[in-house]
């Protein structure tokens, strides 16, 4: 069964900590997306990684096709950084994306 | 901006009401796509649209009825909902086959009384 698991559901941090949220999944995937929703529902896709690491800005992606696995790291967190992340993936033979529940970041001041 | 946007932002309908929610992209893509997000629950794939022709129909109800008169501009039309169909719904687009980044507009939060 294609599946997609984040942890954790929510996550409360300092600003200025380091953050890290997880996504597993199931089977072999061609592509794997990390997106961004804020309040109001608008979504931005931060990464699309099939391999190794991204870096931009404060944000960094890698995954691990081994071990099915992929983290999304924020360094320096700041409050405007608050928001759900979702992980989504493609996975192989199958062009739709399957998401997970998303990580409901806060950044306390 | 990201180049695909979505009106109206907001809509309350009553479940008599007929209604159509609209979204538009300005970024060159041959792909369009509808997702229902529930609270608490993963975006939900609704209807997928490659090169102005449905290609994927994920098994919901038919009075969510979705039309593609071109490449840049996508509907999705409302008649008869239930409550239940409370939800935000987001399009996206892309370049249709292989791997290809989906971008999202800002969504239509709907409320059916």
Redesign the interface.
Known sequence: KNE?EQSPQNLTAQEGEFITINCSYSVGI??L?W?QQHP??????LF?L?SGKKKHGRLIATINIQEKHSSLHITASHPRDSAVY?C?V?FRGN????????TRLTIIP | E?GVTQTPRHLVMGMTNKKSLKCEQHLGHNAMYWYK?SA????E?MF?YSLEERV?NNSVPSRFSPECPNSSHLFLHLHTLQPEDSA?Y?C?SSQQ?G?H???????T?LTVL
Do not use: D, N, W, Y
């Open positions: 997609v061609s592509a997306h997106l109001g529902g608008g979504i931005v896709s699309m099939s979702i989504a493609r062009e739709k994306l399957t998401f997970g529940t998303g | 990201t997000q608490k629950k993963p975006l794939l997928v994927e935000l987001l996206a086959g791997v980044e989906q971008f999202f507009g800002p969504g939060r």
